[in-house]
């Protein structure tokens, strides 16, 4: 019953998470953050440990990672979930455009193509702009 306990102490972290007041989640030392951060990880030591719901808890890490501002680990978590869109989407909100871009290459197939087309638009012209500065 191990496994089934660190699960629900994982999901009992999150909701602990959610519960607080978002209002102060801009701040960077915030108790919301750091929950989000404990749950993040719960939720990773789940999927590591997990079979059959892997990817379901890679997820909610990502979210996690990603409530708590953490948009790398968040897009890593995506990825180990096979959620490409959404780690895409992160890698491009964080300004890592040549990380989008790998994840668009190897996984297009199994990505939401107006977001493809979203990133790649934006990616343009951030190269773009970049490349008339120098």
């Known amino acids: 019953m191990h496994r089934e306990v660190a699960v629900a102490n994982a999901y009992s972290l999150r909701e602990k998470a959610q519960r607080m007041p978002s209002v102060h989640r801009q701040l ?3 108790p919301s953050k750091a929950a989000f951060l404990v749950a993040a990880k719960a939720f990773i030591d789940c999927a590591v440990a997990a079979t059959k719901e892997k990817r ?4 909610i890490a ?9 948009h790398k680990k968040a897009a890593q978590a995506y990825l180990n979930a096979e959620e490409y869109t959404l780690a895409a989407q992160l890698y491009r909100k964080d300004g ?3 990380d989008a871009i790998q994840v ?15 990133i790649l ?11 008339e500065q120098e």
Not at 121 to 131: A, D, E, I, S, T
């Open 28 to 30: 960077q030392d915030s």
């Open 56 to 59: 379901a808890y890679y997820k």
């Open 62 to 70: 990502g979210d996690c990672f990603d409530n708590h501002g953490d």
């Open 96 to 98: 890592r455009f040549e």
């Open 104 to 118: 668009i290459q190897v996984h297009r197939e199994d990505m939401e193509s107006n977001v493809v087309e979203s």
């Open 121 to 131: 638009g934006v990616v343009r012209l951030v190269y773009f702009r970049n490349f």
